[in-house]
């Protein structure tokens, strides 16, 4: 078995939220909680050719006798960072672009436009907003098999989208507009 190998940070600088858990960790399939999301790349990102080329230099510190092999062979089988939204096209913005998973043990960085910190109450990010968002790869060869996966260090919101199924945009305080004291009573449930 080879040694783990980490890679350098890589900035994807337009990516679509989906399946987030950045505020909470979740547990899938019984595997340890872990922070994550699904960051869905247009495939004209540089960010695919930037994601491609971190994976074949962490093959070859990973694997520096058979890295080319190994890569071919995590491709092929779908256990690079990368993938082809078709293997997710039944859910909303997958087809016809890429998407990397991206998990962490560590609550990642969450901050706005402007850099501030976000919580989960400020409704700020959600499954179907644009983030910029800040990864990096990791090689795995162990009893579990031969991988290159995606640590999720942060997201930035960058803008509003058609929120996902299942997920929406928080109403706005403009949304909303002063009422008389009668107005908006009618349909009030008991």
């Known amino acids: 078995m080879a040694k783990s190998v980490t890679g350098e940070r890589i ?12 505020f909470v960790a979740r547990s899938i ?26 994976e074949a230099r962490l093959a070859k510190l990973a694997w ?16 690079g960072a990368v993938h082809s ?19 962490i043990k560590t609550r990642p960085t969450i901050v706005d436009r402007n850099g501030s910190p976000l919580t989960e109450a400020d409704g700020k990010i959600y499954s179907g907003c ?4 800040h990864i990096s790869l990791w090689t795995m060869d162990n009893q579990y098999g031969q991988k290159i996966n ?10 509003d989208g058609d929120a996902f199924s299942g997920g929406a ?14 107005e ?7």
Do not use: C, H, T, W
Request: net charge negative; no cysteine; charged share 20%.
């Open 169 to 182: 945009a928080p109403s706005a305080v403009e949304d909303f507009k002063p009422l008389d004291a009668d």
């Open 64 to 79: 520096p006798d058979k890295a080319d092999a190994m890569l071919e062979m995590i491709r092929a089988k779908n256990n």
């Open 184 to 190: 908006g009573l009618g349909g009030v449930m008991d």
């Open 130 to 133: 644009y983030v910029l968002a």
């Open 150 to 159: 995606a640590n999720l260090l942060g997201v930035q919101f960058l803008r």
């Open 85 to 103: 939204g078709a293997l997710k096209a039944k859910y909303d913005g997958f087809a016809d672009n890429f998407f990397v998973s991206a998990n």
């Open 11 to 22: 900035i994807i600088p337009e990516a679509r939220l989906a399946f987030p858990d950045l």
């Open 29 to 54: 399939e019984g595997g340890p909680a872990q922070f994550g999301a699904n960051l869905i790349i247009s495939p004209n990102s540089p960010a695919i050719a930037a994601i491609r080329a971190e």
